[in-house]
């Protein structure tokens, strides 16, 4: 009669365990490199930027839009405002009142404590622009109040102006 179970050599079973195990730490070792790690900044700074972060953007010249654009402040909570100047540059493109207008009139924006982003917003209007110009808005942050870094902490001070460009 035929012997119909096989023999089983539990150290066989050990061994590819061990294997598959030692494959799937060095698995998760690898793919554990490859993710993105946070960057924490220890001093306070202000930037600006899109709502998505952006700080380069485009408008479509047969917009009818109010766009908001974003002051932000990373910060411990403040115990007094602080203030913050900014720039706008049009380039020679564009025309206020024709391509656009700034709903906000001043040039310098406040920070009570306990708030982190102020507005600035943009009325866009329909009107094609001269491509051969330039069809440019550039806001800069230009000072604040508690001389906190302007841009993010690094020498590049990424953030420290928004481009936003409009296209026929």
């Excluded at 490199?33 to 953007?57: Q, V």
């Excluded at 491509?131 to 550039?138: A, E, L």
Aim: hydrophobic share 40%; proline share 5%; glycine share 6%.
């Amino acid at each position: 009669m035929n012997n119909i179970f096989k023999h089983h050599n539990p150290m066989v079973g050990i061994g590819s365990m061990l294997s598959l195990l030692a494959m799937g730490m060095l698995l998760l070792m690898f793919s554990s490199c490859n993710k993105d790690e946070e960057e924490y900044f220890t001093e306070p700074f202000i930037r600006i930027a899109t709502e998505t972060g952006a700080s380069r953007t485009v408008v479509k010249s047969d917009v009818r839009n109010v766009n908001t654009y974003y002051i932000y402040l990373s910060s411990t909570p403040l115990s007094a405002n602080l203030e913050v100047n900014y720039e706008v540059k049009v380039g020679n493109g564009l025309q206020s009142g024709v391509d656009f207008e700034l709903v906000n009139k001043a040039s310098a924006l406040t920070f009570l404590p306990g708030i982190y982003n102020m507005p600035i917003r943009i009325r866009w209007m329909p009107h094609r622009v001269d491509p051969d110009k330039d069809n440019t808005i550039t806001i800069s942050l230009v000072s604040n109040s508690m001389n906190l870094t302007m841009g993010y902490p690094g020498p590049d001070h990424l953030q420290r102006e928004l481009v936003i460009e409009k296209t026929n």
